[in-house]
């Protein structure tokens, strides 16, 4: 099927093994493509992947406060500019969003950020498009990114990456295979709740992991530092542009800003108290950081690693790495684009 359609084209005969010998078949990279979403940050990102799983162009849309229809409206234009540009025809669409998705429907349960509860972003994009859609949480399939792309060190079959960025969730990779949980919420940690009447969070509670420790979380206590100091580098930033990005935060943090050291360090020790828990269910040793708060670089993992380190058992921690992830792409683009490649193809990308 893969010849007829194009997808594939014989190369020449294999060794025989005793009876005929086998045909063998390439793939032809760039036959179809493949859009990929990443609606986890405070911009969208789609991209056209070929059947290798490379990335061949990749924009992205702010969404600033955007949500719901609103949200949604931008999800849409960005298809509609891939799909513009695409060279050929479209094999499908793997989208990787926030929130907790019934992966078997493409239904958006509930994406806390975006305020989309119970949208069927799968059957809308379907119909709209005309071609097979695989929605997926994007932790989750940023972790099969990491997992088949990552390289050597990821050769061991458990691993935990954690996207920090606008959200915070966890991709669980157990024995090989991305682990779900019974209601589709595994890695769900952004809202844990880690400080007793803490600020309200957009899910209701106080004091989720994301009030503290989310790109919005930074980014608010850095607006209010630069407000009180406005001499200071993050000042003059914020005065220039009227908003502050988390490449402010970390340049203030690389200038030896001790004001902006301590909330990235609080932010960094806030996760590190949610990734202690983890280490004790999964006694997982590795453990990857991805999305945009990873621009805080080594001051933040290291706040992370001492509180993760200081809050679980010695026995366990001791064996754990905790880093940031390569930077080979888009992992949410990259995890997406595979997921649908293996749902339509049957192709085990990478590995
Ligand atoms: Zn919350």
Redesign the pocket.
């Given at each position: 099927v893969l010849i007829d359609d194009g997808m594939a084209q014989e190369v020449g005969r294999g060794p025989s093994s005793g009876g005929k010998a086998p045909i063998l078949v390439s793939i032809v990279d760039d036959a179809r493509h493949v859009i990929g979403l990443d609606l986890g940050e405070g911009a969208f990102v789609g991209a056209l992947v070929n059947l290798r799983g490379e990335v061949r162009r990749s924009i992205e849309l702010p969404v600033d406060d955007r949500d719901g229809p609103g949200a949604l409206d931008i999800v849409y234009r960005l298809v509609d500019e891939l799909i513009e540009e695409a060279p050929g025809p479209l094999l499908g669409i793997g989208v990787g969003t926030p929130g907790v998705i019934d992966t078997r429907t493409g239904t958006i349960r509930w994406a806390?950020n975006l305020d989309w509860q119970d949208l069927p972003l799968g059957r809308l994009l379907g119909e709209r498009y005309g071609v097979p859609v695989n929605v997926a949480n994007d932790s989750q399939a940023a972790a099969l990114a990491e997992y088949t792309f990552g390289g050597d060190a990821s050769r061991r079959p458990n691993l935990v990456a954690i996207k920090v960025g606008r959200g915070i969730g966890a991709g669980v990779v157990l024995g090989g295979e991305l682990f779900h949980g019974d209601g589709f919420g595994a890695g769900e940690i952004?809202?844990t709740v880690v400080e007793v009447d803490g600020a309200e969070?957009?899910?209701?509670?106080f004091g989720?992991l994301?009030?503290v420790a989310s790109s919005r979380a930074i980014l608010q206590r850095a607006t209010e530092l630069a407000r009180e100091h406005p001499q200071s580098m993050l000042g003059a930033r914020l005065g220039a542009r009227g908003e502050l990005r988390l490449q402010d935060v970390a340049a203030s943090l690389n200038s030896g800003d001790e004001n902006t050291r301590r909330i990235v360090v609080s932010a960094g020790r806030y996760l590190g108290q949610v990734v202690a828990g983890l280490i004790g269910v999964l006694d997982v040793e590795r453990i990857v950081l991805h999305g945009s708060v990873a621009v805080l670089g080594e001051p933040w993992l290291e706040a992370v690693r001492d509180e993760a380190g200081r809050r679980s058992l010695g026995l366990l921690a001791k064996d754990v790495s905790i880093e940031l992830a390569a930077p080979i792409g888009d992992l949410v683009v990259m995890g997406a684009s595979a997921l649908l490649l293996t749902a339509e193809l049957g192709l085990a990308v990478g590995r």
């Open positions: 806390v952004g809202h969070c957009m899910c209701g509670r989720c994301e009030t």
